[in-house]
């Protein structure tokens, strides 16, 4: 699968997108982290307080952050991953066909 991927070293389009994927996924997880960080930080630390069932409401916003830079990174990746089964699928299917010519003849 190699070289659907890189040609004449250089980077593809599918390679490129799918690094546009992995960077969307990386930054929706150090978003998360740092959002659930700076709150804890900020509440526990530096103003002490203690814990409330209301904070909940803040770490579900924190993750649906995270989830529209997922939902907005996908599609980067989405039609990569088809592409690259398509093209596999008409390898697979053109290696059947050259086989089942051989045993005709």
Known sequence: MRHFLVKKDRISV????NLAL?????VAVLNLVALILHFC???FVVNQLPWDHAYIQDFVSFIIISITILVIAIPEGLPVAVMV???YSVKVRSSHIHISTLCEA
């Open 22 to 26: 992995c960077i969307g996924i990386v």
């Open 14 to 17: 599918i390679s490129h997108r």
């Open 41 to 43: 930080i900020d509440k």
């Open 85 to 87: 089964s398509l093209a």
